[in-house]
């Protein structure tokens, strides 16, 4: 009856009133509540740790690395920042590798032909050369002579024997060498041959001298006896001026006032000195004049005035060389300053000195 009377006078209360007390009513429900705290969901971080599930993935891996105990103990000490960097490194080192490779091998084939290109004008001009010195280079020559005679160049002089002799030697020589030989003069005294080989061509003149014995001359043109006699005047004409300067000719003294008397000297199995082969006569020492005030002064007008051509074609032991000319004679004058350099040395060469 009581809940009738108190719902009863509850109707009663106006509408809005009702609504009011309604959501009073309803709100202090509520907030005597208890609300359930979130503090127990903080635990759930606890088994989502990533760490224990990569460990097992990085290991293998890793095993054949580990080949000293050591190595395990740093890894598993920290295994969180190891296996970002693992991860990110292969595919970047990938990358690279292909781009470039393809690239460096296209220029060095480029360059390679040009190098091939460069030794082919070097060989071209051997074969050129060589001909030329094989082809005589094998040329005979009669046993006991000597090279150098009255200033001929590529003479040779065997004392003591006949024209004839001489002259069958060297055809029977040359003929067995796969030389040409051919016969274009026999006058009295003078024998000319026309040898040819591998297409190169020369001429072997043979003289007689009674007071000498045989010489012969090979050469591009062949000579005469004129030739020979103009040979030995000019030979004569220029021991005069030589002869004519004030000096010195003994090898002792000479060899003292030279820096490499070696040059000139060679000592045999006996220890005797003899000139090297080449120089013609004794050397000569003129102390008071140098090379060139030599030359200038005294020698080069000398030698214009007998009618030879002087021209200056290299350098030996320190001194200029001239090649002295008359004809088809040829000596080679050379003029070595002293060892004081107030001084020269003249040297008289058949053939030009190496060096």
Same mark, same amino acid.
């Given at each position: 009856?009581?809940? +009738?009377?108190?719902?009863?006078?509850?109707?009663?209360? =106006?509408?809005?009133?009702?609504?009011?007390?309604?959501? %009073?009513?309803?709100?202090?429900?509520?907030?005597?509540?208890?609300?359930?705290?979130?503090?127990?969901?903080?635990?759930? =971080?606890? $088994?989502?740790?990533?760490?224990? #599930?990569?460990?097992?993935?990085?290991?293998? $891996?890793?095993? =054949?690395?580990?080949?000293?105990?050591? !190595?395990?103990?740093?890894?598993?000490?920290?295994?969180?920042?190891?296996?970002?960097?693992?991860?990110?490194?292969?595919?970047?080192?990938?990358?690279?590798?292909?781009? $470039?490779?393809?690239?460096?091998?296209?220029?060095?084939?480029?360059?390679?032909?040009?190098?091939?290109?460069?030794?082919?004008?070097?060989?071209?001009?051997?074969?050129?050369?060589?001909?030329?010195?094989?082809?005589?280079?094998?040329?005979?020559?009669?046993?006991?002579?000597?090279?150098?005679?009255?200033?001929?160049? !590529?003479?040779?002089?065997?004392?003591?024997?006949?024209?004839?002799?001489?002259?069958?030697?060297?055809?029977?020589?040359?003929?067995?060498?796969?030389?040409?030989?051919?016969?274009?003069?026999?006058?009295?005294?003078?024998?000319?041959?026309?040898?040819?080989?591998?297409?190169?061509?020369?001429?072997?003149? %043979?003289?007689?001298?009674?007071?000498?014995?045989?010489?012969?001359?090979?050469?591009?043109?062949?000579?005469?006896?004129?030739?020979?006699?103009?040979?030995?005047?000019?030979?004569?004409?220029?021991?005069?001026?030589?002869?004519? %300067?004030?000096?010195?000719?003994?090898?002792?003294?000479?060899?003292?006032? +030279?820096?490499?008397?070696?040059?000139?000297?060679?000592?045999?199995?006996?220890?005797?000195?003899?000139?090297?082969?080449?120089?013609?006569?004794?050397?000569?020492?003129?102390?008071?004049?140098?090379?060139?005030?030599?030359?200038?002064?005294?020698?080069?007008?000398?030698?214009?005035?007998?009618?030879?051509?002087?021209?200056?074609?290299?350098?030996?032991?320190?001194?200029?060389?001239?090649?002295?000319?008359?004809?088809?004679?040829?000596?080679?004058? !050379?003029?070595? $300053?002293? #060892?004081?350099?107030?001084?020269?040395?003249?040297?008289?060469?058949?053939?030009?000195? !190496?060096?």
């Amino acid at each position: 009856m009581l809940q +009738l009377q108190s719902w009863s006078r509850f109707l009663r209360v =106006p509408a809005p009133a009702r609504l009011l007390l309604l959501s %009073l009513g309803f709100h202090g429900i509520l907030l005597s509540l208890p609300i359930p705290s979130p503090e127990p969901k903080l635990p759930d =971080p606890g $088994p989502e740790t990533v760490g224990v #599930r990569e460990l097992p993935r990085e290991q293998p $891996p890793e095993q =054949p690395k580990v080949v000293q105990p050591r !190595n395990t103990a740093s890894i598993s000490s920290k295994p969180q920042a190891s296996p970002p960097r693992l991860l990110a490194s292969p595919p970047q080192s990938v990358l690279p590798i292909p781009a $470039p490779s393809p690239q460096p091998p296209t220029p060095t084939v480029k360059a390679s032909p040009k190098a091939t290109i460069s030794p082919a004008p070097s060989v071209t001009p051997s074969p050129s050369t060589s001909v030329p010195v094989s082809a005589f280079a094998d040329f005979p020559h009669v046993s006991g002579v000597q090279s150098g005679c009255e200033g001929l160049g !590529n003479c040779w002089q065997a004392e003591g024997m006949r024209l004839t002799s001489v002259s069958r030697n060297l055809q029977e020589s040359l003929e067995a060498q796969r030389y040409e030989v051919q016969l274009v003069n026999d006058d009295a005294g003078i024998r000319v041959y026309e040898l040819s080989k591998r297409g190169e061509k020369r001429y072997l003149s %043979l003289f007689s001298t009674p007071e000498r014995g045989t010489l012969y001359v090979l050469a591009a043109q062949p000579l005469t006896s004129e030739n020979l006699q103009q040979a030995m005047q000019a030979k004569t004409k220029l021991s005069t001026i030589l002869n004519d %300067l004030t000096s010195v000719e003994q090898p002792q003294v000479i060899r003292e006032n +030279l820096s490499r008397p070696e040059l000139f000297w060679a000592t045999n199995s006996t220890q005797t000195l003899n000139l090297n082969p080449g120089i013609t006569g004794d050397l000569l020492l003129v102390s008071a004049s140098t090379p060139k005030r030599l030359f200038d002064e005294t020698l080069a007008p000398s030698l214009q005035a007998q009618g030879f051509s002087v021209s200056e074609i290299k350098n030996y032991a320190n001194g200029p060389v001239y090649e002295v000319k008359q004809g088809v004679f040829t000596r080679y004058l !050379n003029l070595v $300053p002293t #060892r004081n350099g107030q001084g020269t040395v003249v040297v008289l060469w058949s053939n030009l000195p !190496n060096g």
